[in-house]
């Protein structure tokens, strides 16, 4: 991220890694405050989160279903947008945490930033940066009716004649290992300036490449 430099340990320090917050709500968690992250934290456990998904917000251009003016909330359970490494240093007793990779994206929403997933896209495969974009259109029906798969977006060149189209998929990434609950109830008490993940997790990117984005590709390209 702008602004942020790698630490180097020194040879006698004592390193860990961990997987932690990267961005939560749509703030870049070494951004927040103890107090944000506290209020976050409240609000994580809650099954409808009452806080604006930015990343929702600033697509609405690209997003038919969406009203003006009307508030678009985080729909992830937990709020966690992104995850990132972070590193601990420990040197004659005392530990410094910083973060120590990118940020790893795992939820769809994160995606949507300003629509520049739709623009690029349209640019790339149908020559027009302004494509017009439908969401979650159905392609399947159940035995009994009814809709039972769909295809995230389906993008199309707002003039071309006859009917230049593409479908999107978007897929972000799962994670193995320790569930983000213990990071919640551990950021209510923290009082640390920038505190060290609770738990041990991992992308897990076999998870989300092979085993769930790729079985949709496989049905719905065809």
């Known amino acids: 991220m702008p602004g942020e430099r790698r630490q180097v340990a020194p040879e006698s320090a004592q390193v860990s890694r961990r997987y932690g917050i990267g961005e939560w709500f749509g703030r870049l968690f070494t951004g927040l405050t103890t107090e944000e992250r506290q209020a976050f934290a409240q609000q994580a456990a809650r099954k409808a989160p009452s806080v604006e998904c930015p990343f929702r917000a600033s697509c609405r251009a690209f997003d038919a279903r969406s009203v003006p003016g009307k508030v678009l909330h985080c729909t992830k359970q937990g709020g966690v947008c992104s995850l990132r490494e972070y590193a601990q240093t420990v040197t004659k007793g005392s530990p410094a945490v910083a973060p120590a990779g990118s940020l790893r994206t795992?939820?769809?929403?994160?995606?949507?930033?300003?629509?520049?997933?739709?623009?690029?896209?349209?640019?790339?495969?149908?020559?027009?940066?302004?494509?017009?974009?439908?969401?979650?259109?159905?392609?399947?029906?159940?035995?009994?009716?009814?809709?039972?798969?769909?295809?995230?977006?389906?993008?199309?060149?707002?003039?071309?004649?006859?009917?230049?189209?593409?479908?999107?998929?978007?897929?972000?990434?799962?994670?193995?290992?320790?569930?983000?609950?213990?990071?919640?109830?551990?950021?209510?008490?923290?009082?640390?300036?920038?505190p060290f993940p609770a738990g041990d997790r991992h992308p897990d990117y076999r998870s989300s490449g092979p085993k769930r984005l790729m079985p949709q590709l496989q049905i719905k390209v065809p």
């Open 106 to 194: 795992t939820c769809p929403h994160r995606f949507l930033e300003d629509g520049e997933i739709f623009k690029w896209v349209g640019e790339v495969l149908l020559g027009s940066s302004e494509p017009l974009v439908l969401r979650e259109i159905g392609f399947l029906e159940a035995a009994g009716g009814g809709e039972v798969g769909y295809i995230d977006s389906v993008l199309v060149h707002p003039t071309q004649r006859p009917l230049h189209w593409c479908a999107l998929e978007i897929q972000a990434v799962y994670f193995s290992g320790t569930n983000m609950e213990l990071e919640f109830e551990a950021l209510k008490n923290r009082r640390n300036t920038l």
